[in-house]
T-cell receptor
Framework: AQSVTQPDIHITVSEGASLELRCNYSYGATPYLFWYVQSPGQGLQLLLKYFSGDTLVQGIKGFEAEFKRSQSSFNLRKPSVHWSDAAEYFCAVGRTTSGTYKYIFGTGTRLKVLA | NAGVMQNPRHLVRRRGQEARLRCSPMKGHSHVYWYRQLPEEGLKFMVYLQKENIIDESGMPKERFSAEFPKEGPSILRIQQVVRGDSAAYFC?????????????FGPGTRLTVL
């Protein structure tokens, strides 16, 4: 069965430090991969997506992610974290089967940023 | 262009009452998805609808839950005879009616509390 794993439930980094959030997926075909961010009490905002092509994807707010097929990973990175990046981050894989489309989400990683 | 709209943002119901959650997709979008987020968990797919059709309801509980997306008006997620375990955030997403998987745009969610 398809699944998405985000092994880190909580991550704390200092402002200005680099960040990497891990995401591993299990999916038989070529995956469609997404990273979303959710601020407290808010909906989800798309940071970036991978459908095909260049495996290094640039997103909004200075985020990037790299698709590594051999490792079944799609880790999210940012070279220098800002206090406003504190939020919950969700990795998702898009699944298409017999004309139906859905996202399968990981359980999320909650990011705390220290001043 | 207004984003995905959901109302109400917060809904309180007593056990046994009915809850109706509304979702207006982005203009031009004909695909609607409902997800449920339980506390400390990721989003779980519930149902995928196109205008007047339920395409995939594999994530919907078998009883008490129903969804519709009429020709005119918003999509409705209906929960009958709510129980405490229904307390969660319910998110609606929409996407354009293009073939293949595409980005889903999320609304701000409805937070349901069952007393």
């Amino acid at each position: 069965a398809q699944s998405v794993t985000q092994p880190d439930i909580h991550i704390t980094v200092s402002e200005g430090a680099s960040l990497e959030l891990r995401c591993n997926y299990s999916y038989g075909a070529t995956p469609y991969l997404f990273w979303y961010v959710q601020s407290p009490g808010q909906g989800l905002q798309l940071l970036l997506k991978y459908f095909s092509g260049d495996t290094l994807v640039q997103g909004i707010k200075g985020f990037e992610a790299e698709f590594k097929r051999s490792q079944s990973s799609f880790n999210l990175r940012k070279p220098s974290v800002h206090w406003s990046d504190a939020a919950e981050y969700f990795c998702a894989v898009g699944r298409t089967t017999s004309g139906t489309y859905k996202y399968i989400f990981g359980t999320g990683t909650r990011l705390k940023v220290l001043a | 262009n207004a984003g995905v709209m959901q109302n109400p943002r917060h809904l309180v119901r007593r056990r046994g009452q009915e809850a109706r959650l509304r979702c207006s997709p982005m203009k031009g979008h004909s695909h609607v998805y409902w997800y449920r987020q339980l506390p400390e968990e990721g989003l779980k797919f519930m149902v995928y609808l196109q205008k007047e059709n339920i395409i995939d309801e594999s994530g919907m509980p078998k009883e008490r839950f129903s969804a519709e997306f009429p020709k005119e008006g918003p999509s409705i997620l209906r929960i009958q005879q709510v129980v405490r375990g229904d307390s969660a955030a319910y998110f609606c997403a929409s996407s354009p009616g293009t073939s293949g998987i595409s980005e889903q745009f999320f609304g701000p969610g409805t937070r349901l509390t069952v007393l």
